[in-house]
């Protein structure tokens, strides 16, 4: 999967280089752009009821949306990712590492 996201990096790299993007991707323009995107997910999902978000997938137009709003807050994330050089995986394995200590199983240790 690692050198999956690095192909991805490259991907997306290669394409805002191509079109000379590149001066506007700072970390804040990314960062910004990524909310954004999280923000039109979201949106997909305001009104909805527990059950109606639920069965969202199953609309091809919903899915359709979902799927493309996924796929923009992860290039964000990853061209993020890129810019200040963080390992995105490695640092989600050191964020679930913390957490397991945060919040350890009920019962654990007694």
Known sequence: MTDD??????RLAAFAAARRWEPYHTPKNLAAAL?????????????????????????????????????DVLAYLLQFCEVLGVDVL?????????????????????
């Open 5 to 10: 996201l690095h192909a991805l990096q490259r």
């Open 90 to 110: 490695e640092a989600l394995s050191a964020k679930i590492d913390r957490n397991e200590l945060r919040f350890p199983l009920p019962g654990a240790g007694d």
């Open 35 to 71: 909310s954004v995107e999280a923000s039109e997910l979201l949106e997909i999902f305001q009104w909805l009821t527990p059950e109606q978000a639920a069965g969202v997938m199953a609309d091809p137009d919903s899915a359709h949306r979902v799927r493309d709003e996924v796929a």
